[in-house]
Structures are given as structure tokens and as C-alpha cells.
């Protein structure tokens, strides 16, 4: 019982004092609007090795936190959206760089749309004409049964005169 107890006090400790943690950052990259704006650019601009597919901003690891404070320092000592790009590809590598897909990668995805797309019509195209077809041939029944009663109402007439 009392070492349960002793180990969630610690466990209590040690949560407590990692929520207060906070990195040491230079007062300068706090303060100044425009090097939060240069880094949060940077951030959302360069992919992230560490976590595949998801940029910087994105990314939970904290190698990429070390690298994001690198970018803040970068954007303190003044340097541009692109200098600080072009200094994190060479310091770091060209894994960080974010290339645009050539056209047909997604090419197969156009036919499958374009495949999806002709099947849709086609099939609207069969179910409204055979329900075209079905009321033609129900109206010519309906035209049909009122002709055999319009003679049969005739008939009925004729002979109930002739019995008179």
C-alpha cells in the first residue's frame, strides 16, 4: 500500500513538473511578431524527416522542436524566408525539401473518376429508358382497356335498347 502510494507521488511530481518545463527561448524570438511569422512560414514551407508526410509545423518529434528553435534563431538574427530554407537544406539535408508531385502520379486516379463517371451515366441512362419503355407500354394498356370498356358501355347501350 504505502509503495502504490509512493510511486503515484512521484508520478504526481513528475507530471506536475513537466507541465511548468518550458523551453529556454531568447526573449527577442518571443517578443518580435515578425520572427514568429518568419519561422511559422518556414515551418509550414519544409517537410519534416522525422515524421514522413507531415511538415514541420506538423510534426510531433522532438528532433523537429530542435530543428523549429534553430529556425527561430535563424529568423532573430534577421535572416529571410528563403536564406533560412536554403541554410536548413544545407546544414540539415534535402529530405526537408517539399517538391511538388510530377503530374502523373495521380493519373491513375483521373482515369478511375473518368471510368466511375461513364459507368453513372450509362446507368442513368438504362434505368430512365426502361422506365420510358414501362409507361409507354402501361399507357398503351391503359388506352387498350379504356377502348374495350367505351365499346362494351356502346353494346350495353344497343342492347338495352333493343330489350326495350
Known amino acids: ?15 506536475t513538473a513537466s507541465l511548468y518545463a518550458q523551453p529556454v527561448q531568447p526573449k527577442e524570438i518571443v517578443a518580435d511578431g515578425k520572427v514568429y511569422q518568419v519561422a511559422n512560414q518556414v515551418n509550414q514551407q519544409v517537410l519534416s524527416p522525422f515524421c514522413p508526410g507531415k511538415t514541420l509545423a506538423m510534426c510531433t518529434s522532438p528532433a523537429a522542436a530542435d530543428v523549429r528553435r ?15 530554407k536554403e541554410t536548413l537544406f544545407e546544414e540539415y539535408g534535402e ?18 473518376i473518368g ?6 451515366i450509362s446507368a442513368i441512362v438504362f434505368i430512365s429508358r426502361n422506365r420510358i ?24 347501350e344497343l342492347r338495352a335498347q333493343y330489350q326495350d
Open 115 to 120: 471510368f466511375a463517371f461513364l459507368i453513372s
Open 133 to 156: 419503355e414501362k409507361q409507354i407500354q402501361e399507357d398503351d394498356r391503359d388506352e387498350e382497356k379504356l377502348e374495350e370498356n367505351s365499346d362494351d358501355e356502346y353494346l350495353n
Open 95 to 112: 529530405e526537408y525539401r517539399m517538391s511538388e508531385p510530377p503530374w502523373w502520379d495521380n493519373f491513375g486516379l483521373f482515369i478511375g
Open 1 to 15: 500500500m504505502k509503495k502504490h502510494f509512493l510511486i503515484s507521488f512521484v508520478l504526481t511530481i513528475f507530471a
Open 70 to 84: 534553430d529556425i527561430q534563431v535563424w529568423a532573430a538574427q534577421g535572416k529571410k524566408v528563403d536564406e533560412i
